[in-house]
């Protein structure tokens, strides 16, 4: 028992500052034991699924466990590459990005790392291996841009639990979200634009985005403004009329009411009422994963397209597109106030005090 120290901790270690970005997480490995293992551990926090625990305990160990991991195995093997789970890939392809970026600019004191919050690497063996490394300042930026509690909120959850077990807490800032951040909807809209130079415009611009239950909006989870937001910022920058773009919510999990209009529905729907192009963009996504790929990319052109649908595309997500990565660092800097200059004066103050007072660790 007791709390957790600085493995290896020396006095005259310099002070960092840390940035650390995390993600939803994504299984090991596109099998069902690793779905099984990831799906429990994503499942089971209180933030996702807000059912009672004992009721949840008997409906997620007796009846889900035993079917989705299957399920959701076979579906994760259709997207994944030879490096990996994409979102995965692609939270590292942004990691080494915004890095190379925040390293030009303030050399090695600044240390950037990844970490996702269900799954591997996990938030807590990415922060103590940032305290190890000296980073006595972190700055946590979950990269969803639309809060809910569900996600920021958890990841939230996740940094406070680890802070619980560890002894020294770094200072702590965490970024809540950035939807209606100018420098993200400029890079929506250029990822866009640049589709439609090649591809053209479509009858219609479906934004689509992750769903949660419609009680969690009842109960006060901002998300689905925030999401409206978004959208309203990108169809006012994008020149867009009223007809030519809506808001959908895809994802569904589970029997209960989720926010609408559905997306699958929605595509079900738009060839009956005229609507034969449609390209679908999915702002709240940072980076591709499943749930584009494969929900979006797959299934859900299947439904538009048999409803008597012509033209469907998908717009990637800006995963780690340069309009991104300077959103991203321009989000990080903003947040960073006043941190970084006092790093190395710190870690030489504080050798010089120790040693004053005769310490050997
Ligand atoms: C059970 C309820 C779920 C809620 C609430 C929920 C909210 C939510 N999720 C994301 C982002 C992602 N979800 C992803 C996968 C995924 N989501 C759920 C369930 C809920 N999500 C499940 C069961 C799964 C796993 C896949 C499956 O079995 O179908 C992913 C993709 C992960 C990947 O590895 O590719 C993302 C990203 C948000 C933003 C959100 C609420 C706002
Ligand atoms: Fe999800
Ligand atoms: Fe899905």
């Excluded at 195995?73 to 692609?90: F, K, N």
């Excluded at 009858?203 to 006060?220: A, E, F, I, T, W």
């Excluded at 689905?224 to 994802?251: D, I, N, P, V, Y």
């Amino acid at each position: 028992m007791g709390y957790r120290g600085v493995e290896g901790f020396k006095h005259d270690q310099q002070d960092l500052t840390g940035v650390l970005i995390t993600n939803l997480g994504t299984p090991d490995a596109p099998t069902t034991p690793a779905l099984r293992r990831y799906l429990k551990e994503f499942l089971w926090d209180p933030r996702v699924v807000e059912v009672p625990r004992p009721i949840w305990w008997c409906i997620l160990n007796g009846i889900i466990l035993n079917i989705r991991p299957r399920r959701s195995a076979a579906a994760y093997r259709e997207v994944w590459t030879d490096q990996g789970s994409p979102l995965m890939l692609h939270t590292l392809a942004q990691r080494d990005a915004l890095r190379e970026r925040l390293q030009a600019r303030f050399g090695e004191n600044l240390m950037v790392e990844c970490a996702m919050r269900y799954g591997n690497p996990s938030i807590s063996s990415v922060i103590d291996r940032m305290q190890q490394a000296g980073v006595r300042r972190l700055l946590v930026l979950p990269l969803y841009p639309q809060y809910s509690g569900a996600t920021t909120a958890s990841t939230f959850d996740a940094v406070a639990d680890d802070f619980r077990q560890r002894r020294w807490l770094p200072e702590l800032r965490m970024i809540n979200h950035y939807h209606d951040y100018a420098p993200y909807i400029e890079a929506l809209a250029t990822s866009i634009e640049a589709h439609w130079e090649v591809h053209g415009r479509p009858d219609r611009l479906l934004m689509s985005y992750h769903g949660v239950p419609k009680r969690y909006l009842l109960q006060g989870d901002p998300y689905f403004c925030e999401c409206h937001k978004t959208s309203r910022l990108l169809a006012e920058r994008l020149g867009l009329q009223e007809g030519e773009w809506m808001t959908t919510f895809q994802s569904r999990f589970g029997r209960e009411e989720w926010l609408k209009p559905y997306t699958d529905e929605t595509l079900k729907s738009l060839p009956g009422e005229g609507v034969k192009f449609v390209q679908v963009v999915c702002p709240g996504f940072s980076a591709d994963c499943l749930e584009t790929i494969e929900e979006i990319g797959q299934e859900n052109r299947e439904y538009f397209m048999e409803a008597g649908g012509e033209r469907y595309e998908y717009i990637p997500a800006l995963n780690a597109d340069a309009a991104h990565i300077n959103a991203l660092e321009a989000l990080v800097l903003e947040n960073l106030g006043g941190w970084s200059a006092g790093a190395e004066i710190d870690g030489a103050k504080r050798a010089k005090l120790a040693q004053a007072q005769g310490a050997t660790q």
